[in-house]
Structure formats: structure tokens, C-alpha cells
Nanobody, 113 residues
Framework: QVQLVESGGGSVQAGGSLRLSCVAS??????????TSWHRQAPGKERELVAS???????EYADSVKGRFTISRERAKNTVYLQMNSLKPEDTGIYYC?????WGQGTQVTVSS
């Protein structure tokens, strides 16, 4: 069974950057065979897909974050990252990592104007 732990969230001003990390444990092969994705949920809103990376390395992004966010993977560390630049207040929310059907516990990102 896979466990996911996110970290790297925090509070920043608009225009700032954060890098989120998602470490997978329990099944080190999962990153090699499953798509990993980052999702976020703002207060009062539904959870939405932010970015994903397939086992082959193909990435996709929500239109709202294209050109600002980058998803990447470091297999040796069983870790997936989300580099977030030029942050906006509307990026505020809880960010969750998902691997296959497993979710992490989330990490809070707050962007102030």
C-alpha cells in the first residue's frame, strides 16, 4: 500500500514562489507505473486538477497555471515536485498529491496580495 506525504506549503506574497514535495512510500515502484498528479481545493470550491505527470514523463497543466507551475519527478527519491512561480492570491488552497487512487493529506498554500 502506498502512502503519500506532502510538504513545502506556506504563506507567500503574490509574485512569490514555493516548491511542494510529495514523497511516496510503501511501494517504490508506483512512481514508475502510475500517473502522479497535484490537485488543489480552495475554500468553498471543488477540488481541481493542477498538474499531472505520467510514467513516461508526459506533463499536463490546468490552464490557470500554465507557464507558472512545473511538475517534475525524482525517481531515486520517490518524490514528485510542484514548482510554483508567480503565485497569485487565487492559487490559495490545500494542495494534494495523488498517485493512482491514493491521496496525500494535503499541504496549505496561502498567497496574499
Amino acid at each position: 500500500q502506498v502512502q503519500l506525504v506532502e510538504s513545502g506549503g506556506g504563506s507567500v506574497q503574490a509574485g512569490g514562489s514555493l516548491r511542494l514535495s510529495c514523497v511516496a512510500s510503501g511501494s517504490i515502484f508506483s512512481l514508475n507505473i502510475l500517473t502522479t498528479s497535484w490537485h488543489r481545493q480552495a475554500p468553498g470550491k471543488e477540488r481541481e486538477l493542477v498538474a499531472s505527470i505520467t510514467r513516461g514523463g508526459t506533463t499536463e497543466y490546468a490552464d490557470s497555471v500554465k507557464g507558472r507551475f512545473t511538475i517534475s519527478r525524482e525517481r531515486a527519491k520517490n518524490t514528485v515536485y510542484l514548482q510554483m512561480n508567480s503565485l497569485k492570491p487565487e492559487d490559495t488552497g490545500i494542495y494534494y498529491c495523488k498517485l493512482g487512487t491514493t491521496w496525500g493529506q494535503g499541504t496549505q498554500v496561502t498567497v496574499s496580495s
